[in-house]
């Protein structure tokens, strides 16, 4: 089993930056694949990002792209997720998940709050 707690949310006014991590413990971070994920209040939750397992290979959601940088360091077993430019519409819950072939294993999130 893993465990993975997202810290790093918080209240921002749009235009500012915000870093989300993602500690993982219970099995090998190094092992999975990560990502970042979204909901919004009364949407579904929605693809943020994904790095591969060694970081050689990541992916993002066009509405994000060019604002966002997802990381990771295995050796801290931890993922990022650096937010630039919010937005208003950035306001969600952002939680990180872990993958094999599938996303496994879930966070319970942290809220992020764009003022306009």
């Known amino acids: 089993q893993v465990q993975l707690v997202e810290s790093g949310g918080g209240l921002v006014q749009a235009g500012g930056s915000l870093r989300l991590s993602c500690a993982a413990s219970?099995?090998?971070?190094?092992?999975?694949?990560m990502g970042w994920f979204r909901q919004a209040p009364g949407k579904e939750r929605e693809f943020v990002a994904a790095i591969n397992s060694n970081g050689g290979y990541v992916n993002y959601a066009d509405s994000v792209k060019g604002r966002f940088t997802i990381s990771r360091d295995n050796a801290k077993n931890t993922g990022y997720l650096q937010m630039y430019s919010l937005k208003p519409e950035d306001t969600a819950v952002y939680y990180c998940?872990?993958?094999?072939?599938?996303?496994?294993?879930w966070g319970k999130g942290t809220l992020v709050t764009v003022s306009s």
């Open positions: 219970g099995r090998t971070f190094s092992n999975y694949a």
């Open positions: 998940a872990l993958s094999v072939t599938k996303w496994d294993y």
